[in-house]
């Protein structure tokens, strides 16, 4: 009688032992699935296509800002430094103009800098924009030269304009050639690879034309700082303008986003802004004050799944440190559960 009281209680403490077992397997595996079903936020989440990145002049501060109005800083430059130009490589790395050191860098978008060429002192490089070759093409203000510079760090000049014209904003047109706003002489002309220059159009004395772009159809996208205007210039030479910002805004660089609109650096006002192709301008995100946001580019589409939600398999590398909690969870129970089935 005893033996089978004792057997009885084996047997039920053994099925109770498989229900635990049972239960908690079940449990893994649904928090399992439930883990990887969930949109897990990638580690170091990178740019993604559509981002602008913005050189901040006077804070020395290379920035990343979302269309929705989020801002991140990707490297902090040392003071003074004052970033202007920006352009985006093949990589995804960003090619910077540095004004106040006379260096053209690339920062990654991780935050890593690496100096690619120092010019002279007083050279002032302004804009920049990446040929079809990887090139650097570089508009030095302080000596007024448009030049090349190698990824490996071999400069060339292409054109050595008159002194005083002041190259600000670049840009590279379908057929190669070189499209530059020249602060000084108020002039929107072309040079070519081979060193020729045409002018393509003359604003009104003291406009101030700085930054430049070129959209689908071919026209340049002009930002006057000085007259506060945003204009499109024809390949044959007319201007139209397409938004009068308040006095004081100082626009800036300019890109063109995949929808066509206009991406302004409002440099006074401490505002990144778009403006559309009718002319109508809405806010993208305030600065600091005193911040000075001159240059811009937009991060492009990429082939590659860049952030975003992960895979399966990605989520199963970013949560193995919590599955491997589980299972020594599970096994601690179970254990537990044995133990117990054995005391009298």
Not at 80 to 102: C, F, K
Request: aromatic fraction near 8%; avoid cysteine; charge should be neutral.
């Amino acid at each position: 009688m005893f033996l089978n009281s004792q057997r009885a209680e084996f047997v039920d403490r053994i099925a109770t032992l498989r229900k635990h077992r049972t239960l908690l397997t079940v449990t893994i595996l649904v928090l399992t699935a439930t883990l990887l079903l969930q949109p897990v936020a990638p580690v170091n989440a990178q740019p993604q296509p559509s981002d602008y990145i913005v050189t901040e002049w006077v804070a020395s501060v290379l920035s990343m800002v979302t269309p929705g109005g989020v801002r991140t800083p990707i490297f902090a430059f040392a003071p003074a430094t004052v970033p202007i130009g920006v352009a985006i490589d093949s990589a995804g790395n960003y090619i910077v103009a540095e004004r106040n050191t006379d260096v053209l860098s690339s920062v990654t978008p991780g935050g890593v800098r690496t100096p690619i060429f120092a010019f002279a002192p007083g050279t002032w490089p302004y804009g920049v924009a990446i040929d079809s070759a990887g090139n650097y093409i570089v508009a030095e203000q302080g000596t007024d030269v448009l030049s090349m510079v190698t990824p490996g760090g071999v400069r060339t000049p292409i054109f050595a304009f008159a002194l005083g014209t002041l190259p600000a904003g670049v840009a590279i047109d379908s057929a190669g050639n070189y499209i530059v706003a020249e602060e000084g002489t108020d002039v929107l002309s072309m040079v070519t690879p081979g060193g020729v220059r045409t002018p393509i159009f003359a604003f009104a004395p003291a406009t101030g034309p700085f930054g430049v772009a070129i959209d689908s159809a071919g026209n340049y996208i002009v930002t006057e700082w000085i007259t506060n205007v945003l204009s499109s210039v024809t390949p044959g030479g007319v201007r139209t303008p397409i938004f009068a910002f308040a006095p004081f805004s100082w626009p800036y660089g300019v890109a063109i986003d995949s929808a066509g609109n206009y991406i302004v650096a409002e440099g006074s006002t401490d505002v990144l802004s778009m403006v559309t192709p009718g002319g109508v301008r809405t806010p993208i995100f305030a600065f600091a004050p005193g911040t000075a946001p001159a240059g811009v580019a937009i991060v492009p589409p990429s082939p590659a799944p860049v952030g975003g939600v992960l895979t399966p398999v990605d989520k199963l590398t970013v949560l193995s440190p919590y599955l491997v909690l589980l299972v020594l969870l599970g096994a601690a129970v179970a254990v537990v559960a044995v133990r117990r089935s054995r005391r009298p």
